[in-house]
């Protein structure tokens, strides 16, 4: 790019569309469109496409913000917000190593599906999908040094403002103090296509217990939901690790965690008596209703 | 400049404030959907005010709360991708319906189908440059590609929707006359 050349190349073409190019540069640009239509066909071209761009998505810009895409929702002043994040590496490298933990221990886990789950046909319920993802998801956050949650306690009402926005009905954090274990914090997964929410809570040993909080599909008569509402199943247990799940109207729960069968049915029964469900709305669009509770 | 009192702060969650409208505005564009977008945006808001006290005050927000939104998309998909859950939701979308009475509607219709053909890098860069209006440099930084990669992704990412657009100027017009004749 020397400034006496008088060509212009690609490189310029575009800066000179964009309005990147230095004013003495600009002037061999014009100069050079002058002299050739076709490079006028492509500037004009290219220029045309920033303004379809615009036309096309600038209306956002005046789309009023749904409740949760507002700061003053998640700010309070008087509570201090320093320092709940230490996680200075992107959440690249720990999402990679998850991943692969993930792909990993997926065919270890598969035993959770086999146990009473299948239908004649083979296919699984959905009961039993939903059981299996939450406990790969177990397995592959608590195990995570870095970024075990991406919310901490500290910010519960921001993690369960986030869930109860994506999973469409209100998420609560059961305390379960009276069981030795506490909240760590929370995230947001995917399951199955759709959000999941994952509570982890920890005892005083260190050990950690997931909570996993889903919407229930749903399901066409006939089909194998594999729930019996309100009744907390046992899953099984693989590698000192248990699993029991339940239905509760619209949600479907699962609690895992290195505890005996008799701990986490007495955990879980904690968790059913904390839990005032309310019926999730189905198929509400998130925006609309948040919209309405809007200041 | 680095103080670490609350004026700081309410600056920095003012500086985020402002941002909310396009971050939403590139990531409808970028992911078609509006709800997912949505997502995106919310997350990438709730990561920025998480971490504000990363972000050096005099420095650009903007740059810093794309780039986030950037990593944190770059996550999702392959999280999706991992759990066997991908598919471009571009691919099945439907239509993002546009006011049928707008003068021109047909462009800004074909526009949108249009760049949801080019491959995801080279829309990035596109809507980046032209509707951000960013320099190639922060597109570059917020990418985390070199400034080649950024004209390069930007050269063949116009030059297809060049091709594509004027094949469907000449395409168009004929179908626009058979339907309106079989209106009665």
Redesign the interface.
């Known amino acids: 790019m020397t400034d006496n050349r008088p060509e212009i190349d ?2 310029d073409l ?2 000179f569309v ?3 190019l230095p004013p003495d540069r600009r002037r061999a640009a014009m100069a050079n469109l002058a002299a050739s239509p076709d490079q006028a066909a ?1 500037a004009s ?2 220029r045309a ?2 303004e ?7 209306e ?4 009023p ?2 409740a ?4 003053g929702r ?2 309070h ?1 008087e509570a201090g ?5 230490s996680g ?1 590496a ?3 490298q720990a ?2 190593a998850a ?1 692969l933990i ?2 990993a221990l997926a065919s270890g886990f598969a035993g959770w599906s086999l146990n009473d789950r299948m239908s004649p046909a083979g296919v699984e319920s959905e009961a039993s999908s939903f059981a299996r993802n939450a406990a790969q998801a177990h397995a592959v956050y608590t195990i995570d040094g870095r970024h075990p949650v991406e ?1 901490g306690a500290d ?1 519960e009402d ?1 993690l369960l403002l ?1 869930l109860s ?2 999973l469409g009905t209100t998420i609560q954090a059961p305390s379960l103090q009276a069981v030795g274990l506490r909240l760590v914090g929370g995230r ?1 997964l ?1 399951s ?2 759709r959000p999941a929410g994952q509570l982890m809570y920890e005892g005083e040993a260190g050990q950690r217990i997931t909570l996993y909080i889903r919407g229930r599909f749903p399901m066409p008569s006939g089909s194998l939901s594999g729930w019996h509402e309100d009744t907390v199943r046992y899953g099984g247990e693989t590698g000192g690790v248990s699993l029991v799940y339940w239905a509760t109207g619209g949600l479907a729960y699962a609690l895992i965690g290195q505890m005996d069968r008799e701990q986490l049915l007495a955990t879980a029964k904690l968790v059913q008596e904390q839990l005032q469900i309310p019926s999730i709305t189905p198929a509400a ?3 609309q209703a948040t919209e309405k509770g809007a200041t | 400049m680095d103080r670490a009192d609350g004026s700081v702060v309410t600056d920095a969650e003012e500086l985020i404030t402002q941002q909310i409208p396009k971050l939403r505005r590139y990531a409808r564009a970028l992911l078609g959907d509006p709800a997912r977008a949505d997502d995106l945006v919310q997350e990438t808001l709730l990561r920025a005010l998480s971490r504000q006290h990363m972000w050096k005050p005099g420095t650009n927000m903007r740059a810093w709360m794309f780039t986030i939104l950037h990593n944190i998309h770059v996550n999702n998909q392959r999280r999706r991708f991992v759990r066997g859950e991908f598919q471009d939701p571009l691919e099945d979308q439907p239509e993002q319906g546009t006011p049928s009475t707008q003068e021109h509607s047909l462009e800004i219709r074909d526009l949108a189908k249009a760049l949801k053909t080019l491959p995801e890098a080279q829309r990035q860069v596109l809507l980046l440059v032209g509707l951000e209006g960013m320099d190639y440099k922060q597109v570059a930084d917020v990418l985390e590609v070199p400034v080649g990669t950024v004209m390069s992704r930007l050269h063949r990412g116009r030059e297809a929707l060049r091709r594509l657009l004027s094949y469907e100027r000449n395409v168009r017009p004929a179908e626009r006359t058979t339907k309106l004749r079989m209106v009665p």
Do not use: C, I, K
């Open positions: 690609e490189a575009h800066a964009d309005g990147h492509r071209d290219y496409l920033n379809a761009m615009h036309l096309t998505y600038d956002v810009l005046h789309e913000l749904p949760r895409l507002r700061v998640y700010v002043p917000r320093s320092g709940a994040f200075l992107g959440p690249g999402m990679r991943a993930a792909l919310f910010q921001t986030w926005d994506r947001l995917p199955s296509g669009p998130v925006d």
